[in-house]
């Protein structure tokens, strides 16, 4: 297998896609139950509105709850981005490096003194979302690695090297 090697910086967009990401994860049920009374609560007062039934404000109430819920957790999301990107651990901005050889992966941020260096079958789990895959190194040890930089055919290799390495713990959609 080629060796891949690309140099990158992380965004605040890279960042906050992933944040977003873990919470919607985290709330996944939630969020659809929160969902499914929003669109019940629209669709209800529609009716209402044209008389088909009569209007009881508590339905409306419970829709709008799930509202503020959801509101306030994205809310506090950004305030956890916003902290972050506030702390002297943020890696936001910093020059990056990804070499992904065999079944080997480093990743390097020089200007931290950070490197993992380890092979694929090591990761926790991978995840590629729209913009970056999402590789874990542990439970709460994450690296960001944006998509942009990679061709197509090194994202075939990287996705089947993951896929191959890592069954059952990779994730995607492409």
């Given amino acids: 297998m080629e060796k891949i090697s690309k140099e990158f910086r992380i965004t605040l967009g890279d960042f ?4 977003y990401y873990a919470l919607a994860v985290r709330n996944r049920v939630a969020f659809r139950i ?9 669709c209800y007062l529609v ?6 039934t009569v209007l009881h404000p ?12 959801v509101l306030i957790m994205l ?11 506030r702390s ?19 990743i390097r941020i020089p200007e931290k003194n950070i490197t993992a260096d380890l092979t694929v079958n090591r990761l926790v789990y991978a ?5 970056l895959f999402l590789l ?33 713990r990779f994730t995607t959609r492409y």
Wanted: hydrophobic residues 45%; charged residues 20%; aromatic residues 10%.
């Fill in 127 to 131: 995840i590629e979302l729209s913009a």
């Fill in 47 to 52: 009716i209402s509105a044209i008389g088909i």
């Fill in 58 to 69: 508590v339905i409306l109430f419970v829709a709008a709850a799930y509202l503020v819920w």
């Fill in 16 to 19: 906050r896609q992933a944040s």
């Fill in 75 to 85: 809310g506090q999301e950004e305030v956890r981005i916003r902290s972050y990107v």
């Fill in 136 to 168: 874990y190194t542990t439970a709460e040890n994450v690296y960001l690695v944006p998509r942009r930089v990679f061709t197509e055919a090194e994202l075939r290799t990287i996705r089947g090297t993951l896929r191959k390495q890592l069954p059952g």
């Fill in 34 to 42: 929160a969902a499914g009374a929003l669109c019940f609560g629209v």
């Fill in 88 to 106: 002297k651990d943020c890696l936001i901005g910093y020059q990056s490096q990804f070499t992904m050889e065999g079944n080997r992966i480093r």
